[in-house]
């Protein structure tokens, strides 16, 4: 969305009529930083590992890190911190739930390397994905064969073990009423403030019915409003190692083990005005109502 200042103060108002001046220009100009970075770029691109990324022209942002590379980011951020390749070596079966599909890569390189450490392994992989996008480059090398059933089949198939459904449309509406337990959630999305729709309390509490005690959500993001929210639902937080730039991800557990947040980032944490939780209480707020009511918190 390229939007100007003056523009966004207006719709700024619209939806909180009852804000001073100065509040409405506050929460105007937080939304054009974010609106103000969303530069458009060609749809194809390579990222820094060799593999290739799609750009999103409704979100306005690649599906993957091109600095950490696409496969890269797979492996670091998702799998890796997730402990699935751990758990694959004396599990039967492991269950994934993928947030936001995309381009297929997450769960093409689960299913690739989780297969690698024990062939008889079971997966039982649940998507969820606004809709499937067109013209997505097939990964090579090993993961190729994984990635190219998956668009194959897509939104369902069986093979080798392997079960996997895509809920098409919102993963609000689909998680809401859906009867799993996953030992690891690869949580997604655009970033927070691009696609703040699945960062809130109420999708993360969504969440939290859908992954195992001891099963690890993972995700690329270290915003404070999303970790806070964490917290909130009484997740334990880590963070991930970086990939491609200077901050880690998030790991959290309800009861498995993860490694403590700095007391630095803890700190930020508990005092910073942005750690205060995104909220969308009916579950389908705009992004643009999540933000306003977000910033309105933080400037409170
Ligand atoms: C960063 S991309 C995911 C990349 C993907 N995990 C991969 O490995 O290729 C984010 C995805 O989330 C999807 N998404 C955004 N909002 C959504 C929503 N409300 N419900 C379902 N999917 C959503 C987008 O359509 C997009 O495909």
């Known amino acids: 969305m390229s939007e ?16 001073d001046d100065r509040k409405v220009k506050k929460i105007a100009l937080e939304l054009f930083r974010i ?34 590379g696409a496969v890269r980011e797979c492996r ?10 751990t758990k694959a070596v004396r599990s039967d079966s492991l269950s994934i739930l993928d947030v936001g599909f995309g381009l297929g ?15 008889s392994l079971r997966l039982k992989i649940v998507s969820c994905e606004l809709r499937k996008p067109t013209n997505v480059p097939i990964l090579k090398g090993p ?9 194959e089949v897509f939104p369902e198939g069986e093979k080798e073990g392997v079960s996997f459904l895509c809920l098409e449309g919102d993963a609000r509406k689909n998680l809401k009423s859906l009867s799993f337990k996953a030992d690891a959630v690869f949580l997604d999305p655009f970033s927070p403030y691009v696609n703040p729709e699945l960062w809130t309390l109420e999708f993360l509490s969504i969440l939290k019915n859908l992954i195992k005690e001891e099963g ?54 508990s005092s910073s005005p942005y750690a205060v939780p995104m909220r969308d209480p009916s579950l389908r707020g705009t992004s643009l109502e999540i933000l306003i009511r977000y910033f309105e918190e933080v400037h409170r």
């Open 4 to 19: 100007d200042l003056r523009s966004l103060e207006e719709k700024v108002k619209d939806l909180r009529p009852y804000l």
């Open 76 to 85: 670091l951020k998702f799998l890796y911190p997730s402990g699935l390749l």
């Open 105 to 119: 890569y997450n769960v093409a390189v689960a299913i690739t390397l989780l297969k690698a450490v024990n062939s």
């Open 143 to 151: 993961y190729g064969v994984w990635h190219r059933w998956l668009m």
């Open 216 to 269: 690890y959500l993972t995700t690329y993001s270290k915003a404070l409003p999303f970790r806070k929210a964490l917290l909130d639902l009484g997740f334990k937080i880590g963070e991930t190692s970086p990939v491609g730039r200077r901050g880690g991800g998030t790991v959290a557990s309800l009861k498995g083990p993860v490694i403590p947040l700095s007391q630095k980032e803890r700190r930020r944490l």
């Open 35 to 68: 609106y103000k970075r969303q530069i458009p770029k060609d749809a194809l691109e390579k990222t820094a590992d060799g593999s290739y990324t799609l750009w999103s022209e409704t979100f306005k942002e690649p599906y993957h890190s091109v600095s950490a």
